[in-house]
Nanobody
Framework: QAQVVESGGGLVQAGGSLRLSCAAS????????MGWFRQASGEEREFVAA????????YYADSVKGRFTISRDNAKNTVYLQMNSLKPEDTAVYYC??????????????????WGQGTQVTVSS
């Protein structure tokens, strides 16, 4: 069983940067597919980025490609989302998710079986 806890959200001006962290419990962290999703007010949750268990493969939504970078440190059981050149449309609650079964698409919600509580990111114009 895994637990994931996000941190690092906050208020930033457009063009600024934030780094989100996600700490995951579980001895098998290095075997988890990890992902970030976000949900803006009144919108459905959407995929942002994901990283394979070794970190060798990364996946990004088109809307964040070139601006966001996902990484992981398996020794610290932590995954990061570095967000640069932030835009007001990046405003959302950001969720970290873990897939312990590693079955399904990295881009898809149902692939992930553990979710954090979310952290708010607000980008002002």
């Amino acid at each position: 069983q895994a637990q994931v806890v996000e941190s690092g959200g906050g208020l930033v001006q457009a063009g600024g940067s934030l780094r989100l962290s996600c700490a995951a419990s579980g001895r098998a962290f290095s075997g988890y597919l990890m992902g970030w999703f976000r949900q803006a007010s009144g919108e459905e949750r959407e995929f942002v980025a994901a990283i394979s268990k070794s970190g060798g493969s990364t996946y990004y939504a088109d809307s964040v490609k070139g601006r966001f970078t996902i990484s992981r440190d398996n020794a610290k059981n932590t995954v990061y989302l570095q967000m640069n050149s932030l835009k007001p449309e990046d405003t959302a609650v950001y969720y970290c998710a873990a897939s312990t079964t590693y079955s399904g698409s990295a881009y898809s919600d149902p692939t992930y079986n553990y979710w954090g509580q979310g952290t708010q990111v607000t980008v002002s114009s």
